[in-house]
């Protein structure tokens, strides 16, 4: 989805078992210097029958959980990169 006339974009990813970010914290994915600057984790959902949260930085990202991620144009590749690049 776009907001701000396409200035920031918010999606939604699936994180695969042997994913690099599986079992580290939102502060420890923020605090990455491969994380894009201006991008934000705004959402979790553990399991798809869970609810949507608002993760907090001691949230554990899980195999097979969703997150919601809100970044600045352009960025969209990089984030994509790496919250599903693999170990």
């Known amino acids: 989805m776009h907001f701000e006339q396409g ?8 994180i695969p078992n042997n994913c690099y970010v599986v079992g580290r914290t939102v ?4 605090q ?3 994380f894009p600057t201006g991008s934000l984790i705004i959402g979790y959902q553990s399991h798809p029958h869970e609810d949507l949260a608002i993760p ?3 949230t554990v990202l ?3 959980s969703t997150v919601l991620i809100v970044t600045k ?3 969209l590749h990089k984030v ?6 693999c170990k």
């Open 27 to 30: 502060a420890e994915i923020a």
């Open 62 to 64: 899980e195999p097979d």
């Open 32 to 34: 990455d210097s491969r």
């Open 80 to 85: 994509i990169d790496f919250i599903q690049g």
């Open 7 to 14: 200035q920031i974009e918010v999606l939604k990813l699936s």
């Open 56 to 58: 907090n930085g001691s």
């Open 73 to 75: 144009l352009g960025l």
